[in-house]
Structure formats: structure tokens, C-alpha cells
T-cell receptor, first 114, second 112 residues
Framework: NAGVTQTPKFRVLKTGQSMTLLCAQDMNHEYMYWYRQDPGMGLRLIHYSVGEGTTAKGEVPDGYNVSRLKKQNFLLGLESAAPSQTSVYFC?????????????FGPGTRLTVL | GENVEQHPSTLSVQEGDSAVIKCTYSDSASNYFPWYKQELGKGPQLIIDIRSNVGEKKDQRIAVTLNKTAKHFSLHITETQPEDSAVYFCAAEDNAGNMLTFGGGTRLMVKP
């Protein structure tokens, strides 16, 4: 049982390049999330999904796109990377019940945009 | 939307002392408040949570209190140990129950 995995662990991009981050979970969770973590700003939600084929915007969605074609996978795309997108990206998944949302996080992807 | 403020941003204590981290939230409809611990190089992990129908919850050396009227909740760690050193995040669930809004984090350092 691997939990939540993220690929890749590290990546360096040049401004304007594109890339896709992959998140996979093996816990059969319906909900999945993408966050970015910047120093002093905690975790900010980029996009999330409440089930296969669905996506929704979070707090900071601009410059990112997502897809949830399979229940176990949640992809985060950057079409034209900018230095402001340098950050650590975390994926999470959860089983959600009323007033209960324990999120299980992946190990993170450190992205640097030059 | 929900706004969660967390204080202090850094906290240094001696081993064996207590540590308290405080959070406030803005949406009175929020009903679920988890706390996460993030160790260096890892993703956050849930350590304790509280629902709005209880005022306090305890799990060994950690406890969380909630004051819904004042819209604030706190994490208490007693008898701190060096392995408690980490970044701690509070969070509040949105009204629809779909997502969490996190505070800015507190870096706790426990000095041996």
C-alpha cells in the first residue's frame, strides 16, 4: 500500500516551458487535491476533484490546469511556467464524510522555474 | 471564503516544556478543524482533529480546544520532546465540506 505518490520529486524548468505533475493514490479515495507550499504562506489549494471526471478551482488556480481521467490519478499541468510558480507542490487525497476530511499527502515535488 | 490565521509563526521551547499554537477562522459555518504535522522533507500528516460539537479533545501529549463563539482553536503539546520539532498547520473545513483552508504554519523547535 503506497498511499499517495508524486512524480517527479524535483524539476527545473525555464520560463515558458510546460510540464505535468502526476499524483497517484491507491486508497480508493474520491477526493484529490493539489496544493502549493511557499515559505510563510502555508498550503494553498490550487485545484481539487471530488470524483473521477470532475475538477474545481481552489484558492490559487491561475496558470494551472488539472485532469482526473481515472479515479486514482490527478494530474497538474503548467502550460507556460513562470518564476512565480517556483514552489513545492503537494498532492493529497481523502475519504470525506460529514465534518471529517483527513487528507493524506504525498511527499511533494520541488519545482524551480528559472 | 474561509480565512485561517495562525500564531506564532515560530516557537522555541525547552524539552519538557509545553507549547501552544493558536488559530482563528472567519467562517462561522465551519465545523471541522484538523491539525497537521510536517516533518522536514515530508508531506503533512494529520495528528489530531476536532469537530464543532466538542470543546476539547486529547490524545496522549497533544490536545486541541475549540471556542466556536470566538472562532478560535488551539493546539497544546505537553512534555515536549525533540521529535516534536516540526512545522504544524491548523486548518478549517469549508461550509460544503469539500476542502480545507490551512493556516500559515508554526515552526516548533524543541531544544534538548
Amino acid at each position: 500500500n503506497a498511499g499517495v505518490t508524486q512524480t517527479p520529486k524535483f524539476r527545473v524548468l525555464k520560463t515558458g516551458q510546460s510540464m505535468t505533475l502526476l499524483c497517484a493514490q491507491d486508497m480508493n479515495h474520491e477526493y484529490m487535491y493539489w496544493y502549493r507550499q511557499d515559505p510563510g504562506m502555508g498550503l494553498r489549494l490550487i485545484h481539487y476533484s471530488v470524483g473521477e471526471g470532475t475538477t474545481a478551482k481552489g484558492e490559487v488556480p491561475d496558470g494551472y490546469n488539472v485532469s482526473r481521467l481515472k479515479k486514482q490519478n490527478f494530474l497538474l499541468g503548467l502550460e507556460s511556467a513562470a518564476p512565480s510558480q517556483t514552489s513545492v507542490y503537494f498532492c493529497a487525497s481523502s475519504y470525506v464524510a460529514q465534518h471529517y476530511n483527513e487528507q493524506f499527502f504525498g511527499p511533494g515535488t520541488r519545482l524551480t522555474v528559472l | 471564503g474561509e480565512n485561517v490565521e495562525q500564531h506564532p509563526s515560530t516557537l522555541s521551547v525547552q524539552e519538557g516544556d509545553s507549547a501552544v499554537i493558536k488559530c482563528t477562522y472567519s467562517d462561522s459555518a465551519s465545523n471541522y478543524f484538523p491539525w497537521y504535522k510536517q516533518e522536514l522533507g515530508k508531506g503533512p500528516q494529520l495528528i489530531i482533529d476536532i469537530r464543532s460539537n466538542v470543546g476539547e479533545k486529547k490524545d496522549q501529549r497533544i490536545a486541541v480546544t475549540l471556542n466556536k463563539t470566538a472562532k478560535h482553536f488551539s493546539l497544546h503539546i505537553t512534555e515536549t520532546q525533540p521529535e516534536d520539532s516540526a512545522v504544524y498547520f491548523c486548518a478549517a473545513e469549508d461550509n460544503a465540506g469539500n476542502m480545507l483552508t490551512f493556516g500559515g504554519g508554526t515552526r516548533l523547535m524543541v531544544k534538548p
